[in-house]
């Protein structure tokens, strides 16, 4: 049918694809911005050392933003969630804004910068840990646009976006993006909710909306409108509290009309008498109704009922949260994923903010000290390798794939194969021409980049594959954000062991770290 959320996502596709690019890119773009300008700043007032000890507590605060959206945000709705994360995000670059006008010589910008970024990290981490439960609820190829999204902010460039960004701009398309989307999926999920034949089952559609009812047992969402007979042969262990309580109050309603109906008896016959009129008064006007034309009370009656379903209708009261008993019963499920989505990262920090930052400090320095003229691509090599990193990120968020979808290990593998080379690199210098280290660092943007696009898509639908974590649809949202913590943990242990080597054999690094 075509008031179905199947029907209009087919149709407007790509509408669809560009409000979800947009979430990812503003949620990510910001945070790229502001850190950049943070750390022009820290090299401006000769902090560099500063720098190693905030990024750490930058992780530190979005595994914070993490656990508070799972411990005390999961059953609020998403448009609250996302209005406060806008609000944020918007405080922190009005913080900015005032850190450049004071930017002059006054240290009381470098700490504005620290507090701007510091509340726009913890905004930016609240945000996808949203967003992506969110998506529960939408097709799930939307993960891997969002992915997209997040994959292209690292390639924003801190000096020509940071005064629109500064005016917070960018936050306007991101919360209106967010309102038009949610607009459809509140409104088109209600028809598929009072027509369940509609309902399709997909490996690459989400359960939240196009598999819920195809598999009962597997969700407590139940029907609006159903009829009593088929909702006494449900069984009585189903889960979720919404069955119990349609049944109790579809008991209270006929014991009332049964009331009504042995008053009337005992009461008046000529109101019986009255009622029976109106019946035949009813059929008639049925039977008036031209073949093949819709009753207009029915229809009248119909849009009441939907009306009275997307102001009744709420997919996050039922979310677990953070607790002790869901974080067990999602590991049994979701664990080795979720294991395996820090050590990814916690590898892949290490190439980028260690190894990667020694080889061109190593190399730069030896260039000035031979007097050596280098190329612009030298003189900028950090800068530019690290594009190459964002570029294979940006390129491995945008796909799936089978084999790593079944083998969590994968990427892992093959992040701790890459830092062995990085490793080796340092002690043997293999790499000594810029190119090679340019395609190198292509592909290790791809582990990190896989494994956030497969694992955030296998923990927001159900898939016909044996690795399917097989998650009630209320586990999902906090499947999404025990994924994310791991990831921020993964990030935060780099930096320390980042942070203590180069203070222990690399002093020099730390405080002149390569451009």
Same mark, same amino acid.
């Given at each position: ?22 979430? %990812? ?18 090299? !401006? ?14 992780? &530190? ?17 998403? %448009? ?35 507090? &701007?970024?510091?509340?726009? %990290?913890?905004?930016?981490? +609240? ?26 902010? %690292? ?71 159903? @009829? ?90 039922? @979310? ?25 990262? +916690? ?92 395609? +190198? ?46 990831? !921020? ?13 180069? &203070?222990?054999? +690399? ?9």
């Amino acid at each position: 049918m075509e008031n179905t959320l199947a029907y209009h996502y087919d149709q407007h596709e790509g509408f669809y694809n560009l409000c979800v690019f947009i979430l %990812g890119l503003v949620n990510n773009l910001g945070y790229f911005v502001i850190n950049a300008f943070v750390g022009q700043l820290a090299a !401006d007032f000769d902090k560099n050392y500063f720098f190693g000890v905030y990024i750490i507590f930058l992780n &530190a605060v979005a595994c914070i933003a993490r656990f508070s959206n799972a411990i005390f945000f999961m059953r609020i709705q998403h %448009g609250t969630r996302i209005m406060i994360n806008s609000v944020l995000m918007i405080f922190s670059f009005m913080l900015l804004a005032i850190a450049m006008l004071q930017y002059q010589g006054v240290y009381t910008s470098f700490y504005l910068c620290i507090i &701007a970024s510091l509340t726009h %990290g913890f905004a930016q981490a +609240f945000g996808e840990g949203v967003l992506l439960g969110y998506l529960k609820g939408l097709p799930s190829d939307l993960v891997m646009t969002f992915g997209s999204g997040t994959g292209i902010a %690292g390639f924003s460039d801190a000096f020509t976006m940071i005064f629109l960004n500064a005016l917070g701009l960018f936050v306007l398309p991101y919360y209106f993006s967010f309102l038009w989307i949610d607009d459809k999926r509140k409104t088109y999920i209600k028809n598929e909710l009072m027509y369940p034949e509609l309902q399709v089952s997909s490996p690459v559609r989400s359960d939240g909306l196009f598999a819920q009812y195809y598999s009962p047992q597997n969700t407590n969402k139940q029907i609006f409108e159903y @009829n009593e007979s088929a909702a006494r042969e449900q069984k009585p262990e189903q889960e979720g509290q919404n069955y119990q309580q349609q049944i109790n109050e579809r008991d209270q309603d006929i014991q009332e009309e049964i009331k009504g109906i042995v008053v009337y008896k005992a009461g008046n016959d000529e109101l019986k008498f009255d009622q029976q009129e109106q019946h035949d008064q009813d059929q008639e006007y049925r039977q008036s109704i031209p073949e093949g034309e819709s009753d207009p009370q029915q229809v009248h009656r119909m849009r009441k009922c939907e009306s009275k379903m997307l102001k009744e209708y709420d997919d996050v009261s039922d @979310n677990k949260r953070l607790s002790l008993v869901s974080s067990i019963q999602v590991f049994q499920k979701a664990g080795s994923y979720i294991y395996n989505m820090g050590l990814v990262n +916690f590898f892949e920090y290490l190439v980028i903010n260690l190894t990667l930052t020694i080889h061109v400090y190593n190399k730069q320095t030896k260039a000035q000290q031979m007097n050596q003229e280098m190329s612009f691509f030298e003189e900028n090599e950090y800068s530019f390798l690290m594009i190459a990193y964002y570029a294979g990120s940006f390129i491995s968020r945008s796909t799936l794939h089978s084999a790593i979808l079944s083998k969590s290990y994968t990427p892992t593998i093959a992040q701790a194969i890459n830092l062995t080379i990085w490793i080796y690199n340092l002690q043997y210098s293999l790499f000594t021409s810029f190119y090679p280290v340019f395609f +190198f660092m292509i592909w290790c943007g791809f582990p990190g980049g896989t494994a956030y696009s497969n694992f955030l898509y296998l923990a927001n639908t159900r898939t016909n594959l044996e690795c399917d974590f097989q998650l009630h649809y209320t586990e999902r949202e906090l499947t999404v954000n025990l994924l994310m913590i791991s990831n !921020d943990l993964g990030v935060f242990f780099a930096g320390v062991i980042n942070l203590a080597v180069q &203070a222990l054999y +690399f002093p020099d690094v730390l405080d002149n770290p390569p451009s």
